[in-house]
């Protein structure tokens, strides 16, 4: 079976470390590139495209906002979760109406992270 | 010849009462230039005072910003980091005494970042800016109370749509000192806060069962080195030209703060 392609973005590499130890408890999944940024995200996807982006929503230079919609106009079959800090439900909704699938609080336990990658990929 | 001598005193007399219209004219004419001069140096002290306070509440507002935003960016992503690091270790591999050690860390974990959460949302608030005051006002509420004994209740005005940003501000900072002090000092177990727009006007009422300041007593304290928070209070509100009324009966205390829009 071939692995699923994971695209972590988040300006702070010592969160996306974090992330790369709990995705490393399943072996299907595969992380293809890191980002700073949305822009970055972007540019990196037009060479290598994931099956799911996870990424923070405060980011500099292109927010998580902003590319999530690019995301889903340019590669509408990719997946995007986004894991911030930001807890407030109105802010939720309208990051699902830009097209996120998914979304979690940075501080989600690893068993909660992994469970949701596994309701969007699987 | 007596017609002379008449002559000159009526001449006398008019210059006499010349002279002395001109002294009088002279004398008021001093006196409202000094008084008009005081005005202007009064609407000057006031101005610099004004100015004053709106520097060291945007110098508060920007030093509270530049913590929240370590405290949330920074130090939530280097804790959210430590956890799954920490979580990441596999339970089978730690006998007994570690499994309970890795627990009471991670328990301790999560503690630490839920309240660093919680002081980086007290310090600076991004739903004031996204979502505007009333839902800031809602969610500080739900977050402060949360977890506690006080129950709460909010009637706020929808038809309030917000002024400007730090207007807005400073109301919001307003109402979250009124809270915290409602909570910390005020020992009640009911909490309601309503707004209502009226014209121009948005008054802002917090009642609680409590016992709350008196008008006196803010007036007192808020002068004090330690009331901090009510100093705070009482420059925001001089700065946006409005009133704060506190009245006490023997079940309820009310705060009452009014502000044109």
């Known amino acids: ?122 | 010849m007596n017609n002379n001598i008449t002559l000159l005193v009526i001449m006398g007399i008019v210059v006499m009462l010349g002279l002395m219209l001109s002294v009088l004219l002279a004398v008021m004419f001093n006196f409202r230039k000094k008084n008009q001069h005081r005005r202007a140096m009064e609407q000057l002290k006031e101005m610099q005072q004004n100015q004053l306070i709106e520097a060291a509440i945007r110098s508060e507002e920007t030093e509270r910003h530049r913590i929240s935003d370590t405290l949330h960016d920074e130090v939530g992503a280097i804790l959210s980091s430590a956890k799954l690091h920490l979580l990441g270790i596999k339970q089978t591999t730690l006998d007994e005494k570690d499994k309970k050690l890795h627990e009471k860390g991670a328990g301790l974990l999560n503690d630490v970042i839920k309240r660093v959460r919680g002081i980086s949302h007290n310090l600076h608030s991004n739903i004031l800016k996204e979502f505007g005051l009333n839902e800031a006002i809602r969610h500080f509420l739900q977050q402060v109370t949360g977890g506690t004994l006080i129950s709460t209740d909010t009637r706020l005005d929808e038809a309030y749509k917000g002024s400007t940003p730090e207007h807005d501000m400073s109301l919001y900072r307003i109402i979250q000192e009124l809270i915290n002090n409602t909570i910390k000092y005020a020992g009640a177990t009911k909490l309601e806060i309503n707004s209502t727009l009226v014209g121009q006007e948005l008054v802002v009422s917090l009642i609680h069962n409590g016992n709350g300041l008196s008008q006196e007593d803010f007036e007192t304290f808020s002068f004090r080195k330690e009331g901090l928070g009510l100093k705070n209070i009482r420059n925001r509100i001089l700065l946006l030209k409005g009133n704060i009324s506190f009245f006490k009966t023997s079940e309820t205390s009310t705060v009452r703060v009014s502000l044109p829009i």
């Open chain 1, 1 to 122: 079976m071939p692995k699923f392609k994971i695209a972590i973005a988040d300006d702070y590499p010592i969160y996306r470390d974090g992330l790369q130890v709990t995705l490393s408890s399943d072996e299907n999944l595969e992380v293809i590139f890191e980002a700073d940024n949305g822009q970055e995200l972007l540019d990196k996807m037009d060479i290598s495209v994931p099956d799911l982006v996870i990424m923070d929503y405060k980011m500099p230079v292109m927010d998580g906002m902003v590319a999530t919609r690019l995301i889903k106009e340019k590669h509408p079959a990719v997946k995007v979760l986004v894991i911030s800090m930001f807890h407030d439900e109105k802010f939720i909704n309208h990051l699902m109406d830009n097209g996120a699938d998914g979304y979690l609080l940075k501080d989600a336990e690893p068993e909660q992270i992994m469970a949701t990658i596994h309701q969007l990929l699987y």
